[in-house]
């Protein structure tokens, strides 16, 4: 992702209703949101496109979108502040490989949509479907493990689809072109948007892990 320089970042991610800036919430999120319903987070949440809109679709579930790079996130929030104020949506400026430290056994789903693919072998570390952020991502969850991936690229989805699977994840929906299926109740998000214009396929997979 391209990023602009936002000169007013701090102050638009300090002054947001949506944007934490403490971390202390691990293991009590239902009191953040002060509901017992579902929470789904989304790592890489870039401009809360998707976040934004699936919290507005679902009342009924919390979301939580994580994104590391606090320009991508003040430029997002700019957007949705001028959009109606929603009560179940929560957003955090923070790195995912530190997700252990956030939360505990209290999250219903994991969304990764079109994660960075990191092509380069000696980058494979940084893939958000590596084994070490797998096993960071396994605390969070409240009962069955569910991840769900969208992704443009080919390589990083075969690539997940392995790592998930070695990792003891069963894939339980796959689908190497989205965009084509009837039913599905497709929230798009921005690089979805992008590439999907541009003729690319969208593969999308959910993956479940039984405790
Ligand atoms: N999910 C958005 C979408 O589909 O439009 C943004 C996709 S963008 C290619 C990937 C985003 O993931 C970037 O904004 C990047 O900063 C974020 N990201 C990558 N690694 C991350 C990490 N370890 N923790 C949090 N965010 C991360």
Known sequence: MRIRNVKDKDSILLNSKYVLDNFSFKGKWREVFENDNPICVEIGTGKCTFIYEMARNNPNVNYIGIERIDTVLALGVKEIEKLPV?????????????????????VDTLYLNFSDPWPKARHEK???????????????FSGDKKIVLKTDN???FEYSVVSLSEFGYKISDLSLDLH?????????TEYEKKFSSKGCKIYMLSAVKKV
Do not use: W
Not at 86 to 106: Q, T, W
Not at 126 to 140: A, G, P, Q, S, V
């Open 126 to 140: 940084r893939r958000l479907t590596n084994f070490r952020f797998l096993e960071k991502y396994d605390i969070m």
């Open 86 to 106: 929603l009560s179940n949506l929560c957003l955090i400026n923070f790195d995912a490989f530190k997700v252990d430290e956030i939360f505990f056994h209290e």
């Open 180 to 188: 084509k299926r009837l039913n599905y109740n497709n929230v798009m």
């Open 154 to 156: 080919d390589a990083f």
